[in-house]
């Protein structure tokens, strides 16, 4: 007769690196205008903001929720965009930016002017 001696080995193993969550502390969002000294927060870039339902922006802007719409009617601010020439940040100042099937930065829309309305290149010729 053969005793059959079932041998279970306890492998507790107790070193078992607990993997580190690291909490990530929400970054504040800024958009910075790279054409004057504007610059504030803001709470979305891109076409579709998540505040505002059914609605589409005509480009990737930078957007910030108006603190004084109400909860019911939420509004949106728009803040900048980039320039579709050079890509540069610009806001929606008539000084920094001008829009035209996207926005340009003053540079590139004086670069660009023909290509413009009439009366637009009026305003763009006007800004120094
Ligand atoms: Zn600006
Ligand atoms: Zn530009």
Redesign the pocket.
């Known amino acids: 007769m053969e005793n059959q001696q079932t041998n279970v080995e306890d492998n507790k193993d107790n070193s078992t690196p607990i993997p580190q969550t690291e909490k990530k502390k929400e970054e504040q969002l800024f958009f910075q205008c790279t054409s004057c000294i504007f610059r504030t927060k803001y709470d979305y870039f891109g076409r579709n903001p998540t505040q505002l339902k059914n609605y589409l922006l005509l480009e990737d802007s930078y957007v910030l929720e108006d603190p004084f719409s109400s909860p019911k009617e939420k509004n949106v601010i728009i803040l900048g965009a980039h ?1 579709i ?4 940040r ?1 806001c929606k100042n008539m000084n920094c930016s001008c829009y035209f099937e996207g926005t ?2 003053i ?2 829309a004086k670069n660009n002017v023909k290509m413009f309305p009439k009366a637009l290149q009026e305003k763009i010729n006007r800004i120094v």
């Open positions: 320039c020439k050079c890509k540069k610009v340009y930065c540079c590139c």
